[in-house]
């Protein structure tokens, strides 16, 4: 089993649109959590930290149910330049090592 | 965010040579620097962190003689893939972490490495 699980998509959208991600995690270890967005032939860039608390930053609302190890990302009103690959991340306490997860495809249709 | 570039943005080898990426810090010092792998459609996989000064840590599966890791400077980490055969042909990308409170790994722009 993965250490960090997401379903890989691909995830075709009208613009405008709401989507949802989820990711679960198994290393009861994990302390960070974050999501990643990932391009096509290019590197992850840090899109969202993901809080208990829960936390928005603009279009993108990101949750973090400890208990259950499960980690979401909603984007609302999707731009075309939504499109990319989203990438569930966990890192332990005290370790810098970051486990991506295999990333969700998403394609935002005009 | 910090920069952190990568040298070479593609490279093509024949099977059987080494090759050598560069991964430089350019504007703060890197306690820690990691190296990625990715292939086609999947995640990237971490491959060892390298620490100034010191050996690099392997993940499990990853050999240390084929993947030469060298971090001789707070700016500067090597990975030489040695003896390169075609299902070596990946996606490398490093990340490099500042260790002064901050979580956050600043990512290079990735090598495209293509043994023939």
């Known amino acids: 089993r993965k250490e960090v699980e997401q379903d890989p998509g691909p995830f075709n959208v009208p613009e405008g649109a709401t989507v949802a991600f989820n990711c679960t995690y198994s290393?009861?270890?994990?302390?960070?959590f974050f999501w990643y967005r990932q391009d096509c032939r290019k590197e992850p860039k840090l899109l969202m930290s993901v809080y208990s608390s829960g936390n928005e930053d603009g279009r993108f609302t990101a949750q973090l149910n400890r208990a259950s190890q499960y980690i979401s990302l909603l984007i609302r009103d999707s731009k075309l330049s939504d499109s990319a690959t989203y990438l569930c991340?966990?890192?332990?306490?005290?370790?810098?090592?970051?486990?991506f997860g295999t990333g969700t495809r998403l394609t935002i249709i005009p | 965010g910090a920069v952190v570039s990568q040298h070479p943005s593609r490279v093509i080898c024949k099977s059987g040579t080494s090759v050598k990426i560069e991964c430089r810090s350019l504007?703060?010092?890197?306690?820690?620097m990691f190296w990625y792998r990715q292939f086609p459609k999947q995640s990237l996989m971490l491959m060892a962190t390298?620490?100034?000064?010191?050996?690099?840590?392997?993940e499990q599966g990853v050999e240390k003689d084929k993947f030469l890791i060298n971090h001789a400077s707070l700016t500067l980490s090597t990975l030489t893939v040695t003896s390169a055969h075609p299902e070596d042909s990946s996606f490398y990308i490093c990340?490099?972490?500042?260790?002064?409170?901050?979580?956050?790994?600043?990512f290079g722009p990735g090598t495209r490495l293509t043994v023939t």
């Open positions: 390298s620490n100034e000064g010191s050996k690099a840590t392997y």
């Open positions: 504007d703060f010092q890197a306690t820690t």
């Open positions: 290393n009861s270890a994990s302390q960070s």
């Open positions: 990340s490099a972490y500042a260790g002064t409170g901050s979580y956050e790994q600043y």
């Open positions: 991340v966990t890192q332990n306490f005290g370790n810098e090592k970051l486990t």
